[in-house]
């Protein structure tokens, strides 16, 4: 099974999720998402794929989101793609693929419908 986590090694529910499937006996590829952030179109297909709500996928918590506007009414879902794109520490994480599907892990438990 091919599995992909899009992680942060400073969020614990990354780390967790990480753990979960390490101990379920995968080794995923991981992408820390800080440093080498998935493109534009890569966020919008993942969300997509997800079938959720764009803004279910961003970092509402992160100060950033609220000094950029997008916690106003009005703000589109493309205008929160750019953002998350321009910024990645606006993505939500962790968001793990594997073949049975994607989804984002918070609560890390929910990896486990993934392996």
Not at 18 to 34: D, K, M, N, S, T
């Amino acid at each position: 099974m091919t599995i992909t986590i899009y992680h942060n090694p400073n969020c614990g529910t990354s780390r967790n999720t990480l753990a979960l499937i390490r101990a379920a006996g995968h080794e995923p590829r991981i992408v820390e998402y800080l440093s080498a952030p998935p493109s534009r179109a890569e966020l919008a297909s993942m969300v997509t794929r997800m079938d959720v709500p764009v803004r279910q996928v961003a970092r509402k918590k992160e100060p950033l989101y609220a000094e950029l506007g997008l916690d106003k009414p009005g703000v589109t879902d493309d205008q929160i793609l750019d953002a998350m794109a321009a910024n990645p520490v606006l993505i939500n994480r962790p968001i793990v693929e594997s073949d049975k599907g994607i989804r984002l892990c918070r609560p890390s438990e929910l990896v486990n419908d993934l392996l």
